[in-house]
Protein backbone atom coordinates (compact mmCIF):
# COMPACT_ATOMS: atom_id res chain seq x y z
CA UNK A 1 0.00 0.00 0.00
CA UNK A 2 1.16 3.46 -1.40
CA UNK A 3 1.19 6.22 1.44
CA UNK A 4 0.49 9.22 0.25
CA UNK A 5 -0.44 11.01 2.93
CA UNK A 6 1.06 12.68 5.39
CA UNK A 7 2.27 11.09 8.65
CA UNK A 8 -0.42 11.19 11.28
CA UNK A 9 0.02 13.67 14.28
CA UNK A 10 -0.77 13.49 17.89
CA UNK A 11 -4.08 13.98 18.24
CA UNK A 12 -2.98 16.43 20.85
CA UNK A 13 -1.46 18.53 18.62
CA UNK A 14 -4.59 19.39 16.30
CA UNK A 15 -5.35 22.90 15.81
CA UNK A 16 -8.87 21.54 16.12
CA UNK A 17 -8.51 19.77 19.28
CA UNK A 18 -6.47 23.05 21.01
CA UNK A 19 -9.14 24.66 19.97
CA UNK A 20 -11.59 21.96 21.65
CA UNK A 21 -10.03 21.94 24.52
CA UNK A 22 -9.96 25.93 24.70
CA UNK A 23 -13.62 25.79 24.24
CA UNK A 24 -14.21 23.15 27.13
CA UNK A 25 -12.76 25.19 29.23
CA UNK A 26 -13.80 28.07 28.75
CA UNK A 27 -17.75 26.96 28.88
CA UNK A 28 -16.77 25.01 31.90
CA UNK A 29 -15.59 28.18 33.94
CA UNK A 30 -18.82 30.09 32.68
CA UNK A 31 -20.67 27.33 33.23
CA UNK A 32 -19.59 26.98 37.08
CA UNK A 33 -19.71 30.69 37.32
CA UNK A 34 -23.69 31.38 36.56
CA UNK A 35 -25.02 27.75 37.29
CA UNK A 36 -27.89 26.96 39.36
CA UNK A 37 -28.22 24.32 41.72
CA UNK A 38 -28.44 20.73 40.07
CA UNK A 39 -29.45 22.87 36.34
CA UNK A 40 -29.63 19.61 34.21
CA UNK A 41 -28.97 22.03 30.90
CA UNK A 42 -25.75 23.11 32.33
CA UNK A 43 -24.75 19.69 32.70
CA UNK A 44 -25.34 19.01 29.20
CA UNK A 45 -23.89 22.00 27.82
CA UNK A 46 -20.73 20.71 29.97
CA UNK A 47 -21.08 17.45 28.14
CA UNK A 48 -21.54 18.32 24.55
CA UNK A 49 -18.57 20.52 24.73
CA UNK A 50 -16.43 17.70 26.64
CA UNK A 51 -18.33 14.90 23.27
CA UNK A 52 -17.09 16.90 20.92
CA UNK A 53 -13.17 17.20 22.34
CA UNK A 54 -13.53 13.36 22.58
CA UNK A 55 -14.53 13.04 19.41
CA UNK A 56 -11.39 14.21 17.79
CA UNK A 57 -9.46 12.09 20.01
CA UNK A 58 -11.28 8.75 19.54
CA UNK A 59 -10.97 9.68 15.37
CA UNK A 60 -7.88 9.91 15.26
CA UNK A 61 -6.93 6.72 17.60
CA UNK A 62 -9.24 4.86 15.08
CA UNK A 63 -7.16 2.55 13.26
CA UNK A 64 -6.72 3.36 9.35
CA UNK A 65 -7.59 0.82 6.77
Known sequence: ?????RR???WEDLFF?????VLYQLTFA???R???????TIDQIV??????KQNI???CARPSS
Open 47 to 52: QAVRSG
Open 34 to 40: FQKVNDR
Open 30 to 32: FTK
Open 1 to 5: MVHFL
Open 8 to 10: QTK
Open 57 to 59: AEG
Open 17 to 21: YKKAD
